[in-house]
């Protein structure tokens, strides 16, 4: 379910449309400047020459990818600035064995995890790389991982709760279905027409999943609300589990 976010902030300060893309694009452009300047600290942090570190940052400034991203809002507007940043508190953490960059890097972890479900895997890849990767007696290493965890998994946690009380979905987050399905979509093109298949699929494909939902009863997923309902995204994300584990040879081909 949508974790919290910046938009409906940005949205509020500025609800023209002309005034509101005008405050967008500058917001991002701030986000990708913090993203390079973090960039170069980490790599200054872990010892890198200055040419090395600027080299770094530049590669974060001007990723294609990354320029592209700053014309829309989406999670990666601000993962772009959190990872980096979580890097920068666990390498603090372990060289200076700081329980309070460990807790940083923790609230940092955690909610780079609201924002984008796929990385909480930061969480315990960060607390492992503490415990194991830190020069210290162990005791100080436990101190630094539980000082990352518990941050952490009071913001993960709190949303699992708040998302089980408005919607009974017991998760952090749905959305591997829709993709999924979506990609099902796409291969069957690829497999049957594969010169149609390098073309924009977005409106087909969501419209596929749409029909797998409105075929047991319950509203596709055209609108952005519709997107967000948890009741829909659990029930597809269930079907996408089932599809890959029933089918491995298929699900292996696909991918």
Request: net charge neutral; proline share 5%; glycine share 6%.
């Amino acid at each position: 379910h949508r974790p919290p976010g910046y938009v409906p902030v940005i949205m509020a300060a500025a609800p023209s449309s002309a005034s509101s893309v005008a405050l967008f694009q500058t917001y991002h452009a701030i986000l990708g400047g913090l993203a390079a300047l973090i960039t170069y600290v980490l790599a200054r942090e872990a010892l890198a020459s200055r040419i090395a570190a600027f080299a770094a940052g530049a590669v974060v400034a001007f990723w294609p990818f990354l320029v592209w991203e700053s014309k829309v809002t989406v999670p990666e507007n601000l993962l772009v600035v959190l990872t980096p940043l979580l890097a920068l508190c666990l390498v603090r953490a372990g060289s200076r064995l700081s329980w309070r960059y460990a807790a940083l890097a923790g609230f940092v972890a955690g909610y780079t995890a609201l924002t984008h479900a796929l990385y909480q895997v930061a969480i315990p890849v960060a607390a492992v790389a503490l415990v194991f990767m830190v020069r210290a007696p162990w005791r100080r290493r436990a101190v630094l991982a539980a000082a990352l965890l518990v941050p952490a998994v009071v913001l993960t946690g709190s949303w699992v709760i708040r998302n089980s009380m408005q919607s009974g979905y017991d998760g952090l987050a749905t959305g591997f279905g829709l993709h999924y399905w979506k990609g099902v979509y796409s291969h069957e093109i690829l497999t049957n027409n594969p010169r149609d298949y390098f073309r924009d699929h977005e409106i087909e494909s969501t419209e596929y999943v749409g029909r797998m939902l409105r075929a047991r009863g319950i509203d596709g997923i055209e609108s952005n609300d519709e997107r967000s309902e948890a009741a829909h995204n659990e029930l597809i994300d269930r079907m996408a589990a089932g599809h890959a584990i029933e089918s491995p040879a298929y699900t292996i081909e696909k991918t």
